[in-house]
């Protein structure tokens, strides 16, 4: 007859509880008896300087290998037991030395009288010929045509906008300018009535300020005053009677001339 081994008693939650308690309880005690309750102090400066000389060889010589211990440059120094073991400091590297051969080197024969014969065969058979530029014939000449200007032989108007459907009463005569520089167009903004009448003539753009194009703006104003326009015929009620455009006073300019007589012309 067998009997089974009775199993071991569980422990409750009271009884694990009170063991947990009690080991914190003795943590902590231990804790506050073994440590350090003192109260820290401060050490003060009292600003002086202060030298100790050791003057005993014995305890000089202590000190300074204690010293030696932590100096990172005796990593520089040689080791006996080192692959410089032996050697000065400062030695000439060794050349590599190429690897263990288990039969002699076999050079190849070269003789020495024979040395560049293969380029004087392939010189004598390849001949350089020179480049002969000089045998080629020289280019022809070109005949270019010079092209002129399309320039008019003196100033001229035209009229834009609704002006170009009215007439002048007759030709209109405008100087040629004399000046270094091409004088620019001049464009007036302008207003005829049905009379024929001309209303504030006044230059696009505000005009230039000075020089000789100035001056032409200001004679195209001028000019612009004293045209006269043909009356339109008569459309009853309700017709257009006055008319807005441009008038474009394209001027002709002759370069000066110089002290030698010939005329330099003004740049393009």
Known sequence: MTTLAADPELWSRRRWVTTVIFL??????LAL????RSPVVVRQDDGKFSARVITDPGTS???FDSLAVGDPTLLTLIHPQSFA???PQFTAPELPQPWDLTEPPHWLS??????????ASFLRTNPAFPVLADEKPAPSAMAVATALPLLDRESSLSLEGDLAARELRGPVKLPVWTNGDLVANTVILVSVNAAGEVFAPRVEKGG???????DADLYAVGKVRMLHFKPLPATGVGGQSLSSGKIVFRWRTVPPASADGTTVPPPP
Request: no cysteine; hydrophobic share 50%; charged share 20%.
């Open 24 to 29: 914190v309880a003795v943590q902590a005690g």
């Open 33 to 36: 008896v073994l440590s350090d």
């Open 61 to 63: 010589r202590a000190l």
């Open 85 to 87: 073991r032996g050697r």
């Open 110 to 119: 070269q003789d020495p009288a024979r040395l560049g014969a293969t380029f």
């Open 208 to 214: 230039v300020a000075a020089g000789v194009q100035h």
